[in-house]
């Protein structure tokens, strides 16, 4: 997929919204960035990280940051329900998880696939759903994720494979694409409450009016803030 395209995670092909009557919906999109924060003046004059002691601490990188999610919390409305068979794939290549950080509806499906010519040993123990898959290599195993909430996914074997799983209470939700653009369509009109999410940064929550129809336009600036200093 080319990464100017925008990544829609929550409605597949197939999947329908019903309700008792058809709703005014509209569309969320934005840019979700972050941003460090600043030293205090004149902290660079005196470089620490020149030392060979510290050389090759590695910094973080705010501007590079990546798989932002971007969602409207909340279950869904009343009289609407979500149709259809969802299964998203987490494909495990090159000791890697593919993709890693992945958004879903609480009730989906998703399909770990070993694409490694070794084993591998997918499992969480985070309490909305802990599950062990166990040593296999160059098949497919399958878990449901009934209940929302973060699941840290991890292999039993090599220490730097990990991911996420965000388990959401509707449909309404999206990943940045590799700009950090997003793209959520066919929310009912109203006003939500809408979160950009990323597993190293403090969620960042705004309230937000969506249109019966069009588009509103919603950007997101991620640091450390809104946490108590001490």
């Known amino acids: ?3 100017d395209v925008f ?17 005014p919906a509209g569309t969320l999109t934005g840019q979700v960035s972050a941003r460090g924060k600043e030293l205090p003046a004149g902290a660079d004059k005196d470089d620490p990280y020149a030392s060979r002691r510290l050389r090759f601490v590695e910094t973080v990188d705010y501007e590079s940051m990546k798989d932002f999610v971007v969602y409207v919390e ?4 009343a009289g609407m329900t979500v149709t259809g068979g969802v299964v998203r794939i987490v494909v ?3 000791a890697t998880f593919r993709p890693a950080v992945m958004p879903i509806m ?8 070993n694409e490694d010519d070794i084993y591998h040993n997918v499992f969480s123990f985070s ?9 296999y290599k160059e098949e497919i195993k399958r878990v449901t994720f009934p209940e929302p909430g973060r699941v840290d996914v991890f292999c039993s074997i090599h220490k730097n494979m990990n991911c996420i799983i965000l388990v959401l209470e509707n ?3 999206a990943s940045t694409d590799s700009r950090g653009r997003y793209r959520i369509e066919n929310i009912p009109a109203g006003t939500y409450r809408v979160t950009a999410w990323h597993k190293r940064l403090p969620p960042l929550t705004r309230d937000i009016e969506i249109p019966e129809e069009g ?5 997101f600036i991620m640091g450390i803030s809104g946490i108590p200093e001490i």
Not at 74 to 77: E, F, H, T, Y
Not at 215 to 219: M, R
């Open 74 to 77: 909340g279950p869904m409305p």
């Open 1 to 3: 997929m080319p990464s």
């Open 106 to 113: 609480a009730g989906t499906t998703v399909e770990w696939p």
């Open 92 to 94: 495990q290549q090159d």
């Open 127 to 135: 309490s909305p759903r802990p599950f062990d898959l166990g040593l």
């Open 7 to 23: 990544i829609r995670s929550g409605i597949l092909l197939g999947l329908l919204l019903l309700s008792s009557q058809p709703l």
């Open 215 to 219: 588009a509103v336009n919603a950007d």
């Open 171 to 173: 449909p309404w939700f």
